[in-house]
C-alpha cells in the first residue's frame, strides 16, 4: 500500500484499483488505461496489443502461460501480484502501490536457440524505451536485470513452451518499481524505484506505454532480421563490466567479468583464463548482500 512519505499530502478524493482514497493528480499517475495502451503503442508497432488490465493476480506470466496457443500479441497487467516470480524461482515482490506487473506473449517461428537471447534483447530495448523518463543513465546486470544509479528498480522474466506444430510460445514478464520500494528486500540488496529517482510520482501509463513497446520491438528482432545492435545497447550499460563478481556457477565461485559473449552469454576471467556462462546467478559480492 502507498504510504504517507510516498504520496506526501495527496489523500482527498478518488479510489484507485487498490481502494486507497486518493487525490486526481496521484490516481492519474498509477492508473493504467488498457484501451488507449494499445491504440499508443501501435503507432511504433504493426499492430496493437490485445491489453488487459486486472486488480490483481498470481502471477501475470503463470496466467498467460496457462494457455500459450492463444498468447501471442496479448498483455496482461496486474495492479497487484501475491505470487510474482523471479528467476531460478525466487520471489518478486510486488506491493500494491502504482508499480508495473506486465506480462506480454508472442509466437516464435524462429530456431530455439534464436529465442534464448530474447531475454538480453528485451532488457536492452525496455531500458531503450524508459531511459527517458529517468535523470541516470540506466545500467543493466546479466542477464535481465534493470539497475539505475548502482540499485535494482526491475527484472525480467522469460518463460516459453514450444507447442505441437514446433511453434515457441514465449511470455515475458517485466516488473518495474514504478511509484513505491518494496520495503521488505531492502536488506537483501540495493533497491530503488523511478520515483525514488525521479524525487516526483512517474506516471505508470507512460511505464506501461514503454515497457510494451520494448518488449514487442525485442520479439520482432528475434522473430525476422533486424539491424537493431542489441549487444551494443547492452554492452554500454553493462553494471558487471571489469568488476570482481561471485558467481552461484557449477565451474565457477568467482572472476571479473569481461562482457557479452557474441551469444549473450556473461564472459568471465579467472586464474586459468576466460570462461563463457549462460546459467547461473551473478552478483556482485558484499554490495548486493
Not at 513505491?180 to 506516471?203: K, N, W, Y
Not at 570482481?244 to 571479473?256: I, N
Request: hydrophobic letters at 45%.
Amino acid at each position: 500500500m502507498l504510504d504517507d512519505e510516498a504520496l506526501g499530502n495527496h489523500w482527498l478524493s478518488n479510489k484507485g484499483t487498490s481502494g486507497v482514497v486518493l487525490s486526481d493528480e496521484v490516481f492519474r499517475v498509477i492508473e493504467i488505461k488498457a484501451i488507449d495502451l494499445a491504440e499508443d503503442v501501435r503507432a511504433r508497432l504493426s499492430f496493437a496489443p490485445l491489453v488487459n488490465v486486472v486488480d490483481q493476480t498470481g502471477s501475470t506470466n503463470a496466467d498467460l502461460m496457462a494457455d500459450p496457443h492463444t498468447c501471442h500479441q496479448q498483455v496482461l497487467i496486474a495492479m497487484h501480484q501475491h505470487s510474482g516470480a523471479g528467476r531460478r524461482g525466487s520471489q518478486w515482490a510486488s506491493p500494491l502501490g502504482g508499480n508495473l506487473y506486465l506480462s506480454a506473449g508472442w509466437h516464435f517461428g524462429v530456431s530455439l536457440r534464436r529465442v534464448a537471447v530474447l531475454p538480453l534483447i528485451v532488457a536492452a530495448r525496455v531500458a531503450d524505451e524508459i531511459e527517458s523518463l529517468l535523470p541516470s543513465a540506466i545500467q543493466l546486470k546479466w542477464p535481465n536485470d534493470l539497475f539505475c544509479d548502482g540499485k535494482k528498480f526491475g527484472g525480467i522474466l522469460v518463460e516459453s513452451q514450444t507447442l505441437s506444430d514446433g511453434v515457441i510460445a514465449a511470455v515475458i514478464g517485466v516488473g518495474i518499481n514504478v511509484n513505491t520500494t518494496p520495503a521488505e528486500v531492502r536488506v537483501h540488496r540495493p533497491i530503488t524505484s523511478l520515483s525514488e529517482q525521479t524525487g516526483a510520482l512517474v506516471d505508470l501509463q507512460a511505464v506501461a506505454e514503454a515497457v510494451t513497446l520494448g518488449i514487442f520491438l525485442a520479439c520482432q528482432d528475434v522473430a525476422s532480421s533486424s539491424t537493431y545492435d542489441w549487444h551494443g545497447a547492452w554492452s554500454k550499460r553493462d553494471l558487471l563490466l571489469g568488476r570482481q563478481v561471485t558467481l552461484d556457477s557449477p565451474t565457477l565461485s568467482g572472476g571479473v567479468a569481461r562482457g557479452l559473449s557474441e551469444d549473450g552469454g556473461l564472459r568471465v576471467e579467472h586464474q586459468y583464463g576466460i570462461e563463457t556462462l549462460y546459467a547461473g546467478e551473478v552478483s556482485l559480492g558484499a554490495l548486493e548482500q
